[in-house]
């Protein structure tokens, strides 16, 4: 894993930014996979000042969400489609045909799950993947507890995050507490993994994932068995790390 410390969460998103935008020059028909949250908020802002003010092309990409919860229509302000939509794609030049999310509103969870997984392998391999990584160490919706074959699948979401992410809806009740989510063998098939992390909440995760255990109690530590991943981490987030 190779890491890189910033001062803050502008310049994560700057460099973030910038690798994701090398990636699309490099092939115009990238397929990247992106994730929602507070944390990538910064780099698709960034993005979007590249599109309009370097003329970075989003045309040809295609982009694979990490995961939707469940039973929220696609259009509710909370989904991850509507997130991605108002934070990203209508500002930018990609085809909306070309973004996928999982359904979280297929009439049967496990075909749907079997659908989003053959997509993945039929316009993957992501060339860059994008994640945020959860207090408790999720990375998608996979929590502590998650196998490392596991491929996407529906979850019952933790307590903390659904008291993390309460933030976003009316009420802590209103929370979703399923979501569909791609596994971790989904996510570590990707060419290439950036992982962000910001804030001094996450500090206790990165020190975590620092230590360089490999266990399923806190899944982002299976990224330590993927050979190109790049955190970048802002100073508050990294500093519990000796
Ligand atoms: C979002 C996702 C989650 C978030 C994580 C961190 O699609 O898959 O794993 O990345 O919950 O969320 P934030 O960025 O809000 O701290």
Redesign the pocket.
């Known amino acids: 894993m190779k890491v890189v410390v910033v001062e803050n969460y502008d310049e994560m998103s700057l460099r973030a930014a910038e690798i994701v935008e090398q990636q699309v020059l490099k092939n115009a028909k990238s397929i990247l996979g992106?994730?929602?949250?507070?944390?990538?908020i910064g780099l698709y802002g960034k993005m979007i000042e590249g599109f309009k003010n370097r003329s970075v092309s989003y045309e040809q990409i295609k982009t694979i969400?990490?995961?939707e919860y469940q039973g929220l229509n696609r259009n509710h302000p909370n989904s991850?489609h509507s997130f991605m939509y108002e934070n990203l794609f209508k500002h930018i030049n990609i085809q909306m045909r070309n973004t996928y999310l999982p359904d979280g509103q297929a009439r049967s969870v496990e075909e749907e799950c079997e659908r989003y997984e053959a997509l993945i392998d039929r316009i993957g391999p992501v060339h860059l993947q994008i994640?945020?990584?959860?207090?408790n160490g999720?990375?998608?919706?996979?929590e502590p507890g998650t196998p490392e074959g596991s491929l996407t699948h529906c979850v019952e979401l933790d307590e903390s995050?659904r008291k993390?992410?309460a933030r976003f809806f009316e009420s802590p009740d209103a929370v979703p507490t399923h979501a569909i989510?791609m596994g971790i063998a989904s996510i570590l098939k990707s060419d290439r993994i950036l992982l962000?992390a910001s804030?001094k909440?996450?500090a206790p995760a990165v020190k975590k994932l620092m230590e360089q255990q490999v266990s399923e109690d806190f899944p982002a530590s299976y990224l330590w068995n993927h050979d190109d991943v790049t955190l970048i981490a802002d100073r508050d987030a990294y500093q519990l790390v000796e």
């Open positions: 992106l994730a929602t949250g507070s944390t990538p969400n990490l995961d991850y994640l945020g990584m959860g207090t999720h990375i998608g919706f996979n995050t993390n992410n989510t962000l804030g909440k996450k």
